[in-house]
């Protein structure tokens, strides 16, 4: 849903003329800017009626109209991307940066279809581009640590994330990623105070929640915890680590029998998991 929104309002650029003399050197007569203009909206409606296939077939005769418009395939790239499509995706946003080799957010859309490609080292060279062009650009700060995270690298992965919060201070995603590396280096306070923040934006989100929730358990304050992880477990039923900590937070709070079913739960849903298994024999006993 979130892709398609970006979608329909990079089309509404193009319905209003505002495709630039450097990304568009093919210079369009003025009939021809009326008939782009004309598939544009068309494309946008069928994004606002959630017909991809149609946006897409569309987004695919404007850059047939426009080939040497960055902009054009640029933004066929993103609907490509959100199709699932993301080896056309990626050769859209090349073809992209050949036109304007410093286009920004083609460098960053490249690197998001390079990160879903299994590419992340890739993914980093175009993100360290993007944001030596514009290191005040939230979204690139954010994939690169997203990507770094992927990579091993957590400090670097959290620098970026503090550099993203430079750039805003309230980005629910960043204080989120943040806290998550907080809570795994085992400082459970700094962490709840970003978690704070983040709930106070975002009360229903799941992971914020779930996140506290450990926070809690880890500062040992089990009805606390209770509270956040059967909030997050009533809304990521298909998480075992959810349930996992809700066992562990339940038999923190003697509800011994609540805390079995939470690790059997979290047990059928990973049943892989040594550490699930090892709890539900111990809550058995």
Known sequence: MRRRAVIAVALAALLAGCVGPDRRPDRPTAAEVERRQRLGAEAQE??????LPRALAILDRLAAEAPRSAEVHHRYGLALA?????????????RALE?????????VALAEALDRLGRPGDALKQLDGAI????????????????????????????????????EPSSTPALLRVATIQLARDRPDQA??????????????????????????????PARAV???????????????????????LDAAHRRPEALRAAERAER???????TRSLSRRLRR
Not at 99 to 107: E, F, R, T
């Open 269 to 275: 849903l990973a049943p892989d998991s040594a550490a």
């Open 82 to 94: 959100a199709a699932g499509r993301l080896g056309e995706a990626e050769a859209q946003q090349r």
């Open 46 to 51: 069928a994004i606002e009626r959630h017909d």
């Open 99 to 107: 036109l304007d080799k410093d286009y920004v957010d083609a460098m």
């Open 132 to 167: 030596e062009l514009d290191p005040r650009r939230l979204d690139a700060q954010l994939a690169a640590g997203r990507v770094l995270e992927a990579l091993g690298r957590p400090d670097d992965a959290l620098a970026a994330y503090f550099r993203a919060l430079e750039v």
């Open 192 to 221: 709840l105070a970003r978690l704070d923040q983040v709930v106070e934006q975002a009360p229903d989100d799941p992971e914020a929640r779930f996140r506290r929730g450990q926070a809690y358990l880890a500062l040992r304050q």
């Open 227 to 249: 509270g956040e992880l059967e909030f997050a477990a009533r809304r990521l039923p298909d998480r075992p680590d959810v349930f996992y900590h809700l066992a562990l937070a």
